[in-house]
């Protein structure tokens, strides 16, 4: 998974348009709520085989955050 | 995780009891609206569940227990042992068990105790029946299961959409046949506080204030005395714990997934019992979802999915099944054993009492 990758799998489970996001985004201003919480993790086991901390993202304010909690686990 | 390995333990039947009220997603829209409440469905996987504000876990337990004692046509005073698992018993003290012992006309030669666990207590439970029976210390014990959702804020949407109340009683005994009863259990204190009711007991009596409900995440409103539930924790902890847990088993008891006829899990949310399937690439078909008509039962859900998912062929024939309980605690209880053919009435619905004036 690549960083387009990555971004189109965080629309998807937030239900926003195809290309929406370009990384700046504020959580707060996405549907970012629990249930997205638990499908990023759901998406970080299943594609990235990557146990997300909950805390950790509980403490992301941006999508550059979630980016870079997956960061090391993305192809170029 | 701690391994062991039973012989000559039969389940005789399954029971289980649901108030006769039921709650559904129109009944949630009023509190959250239409929307919220359809995504948090599809999520969950619940589409309604029974709930009562005046029925105990010990009623619905009761009356699992009666059915199923009049269906096997086994007299109350030959049960041996009852076990009651739950974390909402009747009161502080006594235990619930022995209130139960005399209302269902068990012996005064039957022992009787409570344990407190929630999500793995029905594994835990056929674990510490099974221990009790192959040691030759009882020969047919009753084991009664379940939960209320009362705790749950019905300002919550974390909990409130998802929790059902529901008892079930299971009938073991000692038997001449050969077959192991496989387990594996463990515990991970670290994560109590992501499933916990802090208010109302000895750490953090009851008072006034910690009854106040205040907004919390995501515009939730609870208090201390209501179920506060971390989603993200638990969802993480059963990533961590369950892959490992059910290979454990399936190893221990020299099964394979092939081998094996119905994985029936903890019914603890659609969502996430989809993805371990996924994860362990369990076939769906043998992976049971049961959490549609009643929701997340606690202790009850694998009895509760026993009666509603796997009646008609646990009447007839032996499956060979695995189970799995895990959450609150955190605790986890994985096992495997031949079920069947055995007793199963029907789900039974208990009136709910009018509050007395």
Known sequence: MNKQEFFAQLEEF???DEGRLTGVEALDDLPWDSLA???F????DEHLELAVKPASLAEAKSVADLLALVADKLDN | MSESIFH????????AAVPDHLRTLADDAKMFGDEEVFKISESTGVKQRYTSSTLCTSDLCYAAATKLLSETGYAPETIDALIFI???PDYILPATSCILQERLGLSQNCAAFDINLGCSGYVYGLWMVSSLIASGAVKRALLLVGDTSRHCSPEDRSVSLLFGDAGAATLLEKSDDDL??????GTDGSGANHLIIEAGHCRMPLKPENQIRVECEGGNKRSKADLYMNGAEIFAFTLRVVPPLIKK???GANQSIETVDAFVFHQANKFMLEHLGKRMKLPPEKLILALENVGNTSSASIPMA???HLRNRLQKESLNLVLAGFGVGFSWAGANMHCGPMVIPELIKVPVPSIPE
Request: aromatic fraction near 4%.
């Open chain 2, 8 to 15: 000559g333990v039969r389940m005789v039947g399954v029971a």
């Open chain 2, 180 to 185: 192991p009863l496989n387990f594996v259990v």
């Open chain 2, 86 to 88: 739950s974390q909402g």
């Open chain 2, 249 to 251: 088993v399936l190893a």
């Open chain 1, 14 to 16: 937030m239900e926003l």
């Open chain 1, 41 to 44: 993790i759901a998406m970080a």
């Open chain 2, 306 to 308: 026993m009666v509603t």
């Open chain 1, 37 to 39: 919480v638990v499908s």
